[in-house]
């Protein structure tokens, strides 16, 4: 095996072991789509159309991931969730 197919070997198995975690949105009786759309757009960076559909999935299915990376990335995002009254976690 050549020097350049090892680090190539080394690089995709650090990618792979990266944690993806998710945030997880869970359904409430009280906010309103139009609440939920706007806090997943101003939180998670979603478009419109993103929001809409997550805040459906929500509704039917009880929850929903609104977004996948890293905690670091997602502890804010799932933090201005919260503050907004959304019931959200990190799992």
Do not use: W
């Not at 050549?2 to 993806?20: A, I, N, P, R």
């Not at 929903?64 to 995002?77: A, F």
């Amino acid at each position: 095996m050549s020097t350049k197919e090892k680090v190539s070997e080394e690089l995709l198995l650090d990618e792979e072991t990266v944690k993806q975690n998710e945030i997880v949105l869970f359904n409430d009786e009280v906010n309103t789509f139009d609440h939920v759309i706007e806090t997943l757009i101003m939180a998670c960076d979603h478009t419109p159309e993103q929001a809409e559909q997550c805040s459906l999935i929500v509704h039917y299915n009880g929850k929903c991931t609104v977004k996948t990376g890293e905690y670091n990335d997602l502890k804010p995002r799932c933090s201005k969730l919260l503050k907004a009254g959304l019931s959200a976690e990190i799992v």
